[in-house]
């Protein structure tokens, strides 16, 4: 089996730590067990954990500093201001950075859980890698895996 180079935007993320059963806690998984390159940003990061104070219990606030540092993400620094406002033309400004930060990992996959700003045709024709749900990476993942027996 491939091992597919992902990267996880932080609508993935906290839904994997506050409900590690999901979809986004199975892709999570995969990437702890190392079946999967995971990778996101600084920048992700802190927009997670920003959503997370503001809108989650103490206890998922826990969750996420214990067990953040744990799955094996490789976590990339912020991406340079024209590498981001090369995205500007094609996506929310606050988005961009996501978008320079996979293509910075050279993956093959961009999960994200935004499909009102990602999953638009000028957003993805303008990227290298596919973007898609947990749900839809999963199917996928099930469907090479088949293939590959």
């Known amino acids: 089996m491939r091992k597919w180079r992902v990267f996880l935007d932080a609508s993935v993320i906290i839904p994997g730590i506050h409900s590690p059963t999901g979809g986004s806690g199975a892709i999570l998984q995969l990437i702890w067990q190392g079946k999967l390159a995971g990778f996101t ?14 809108k989650f219990s103490t206890a998922t606030q826990l969750a996420y500093y214990s067990q953040i540092g744990t799955f094996g993400l490789t976590v990339l620094e912020p991406s340079k201001p024209s590498a981001v406002r090369r995205f500007y033309p094609v996506i929310v400004e606050k988005d961009a950075h996501v978008l320079a930060s996979a293509n910075q990992a050279k993956v093959d996959f961009l999960i994200t859980l935004d499909r009102k700003d990602f999953k638009q045709s000028k957003v993805i024709e303008s990227v290298p890698f596919k973007i898609v749900t947990p749900g839809e990476f999963l199917g996928f993942l099930t469907r090479d895996n088949s293939r590959a027996s």
Request: proline share 0%; net charge negative.
């Open 41 to 54: 940003s600084l920048t992700v990061l802190k927009e997670a954990e920003d959503n997370i104070v503001e």
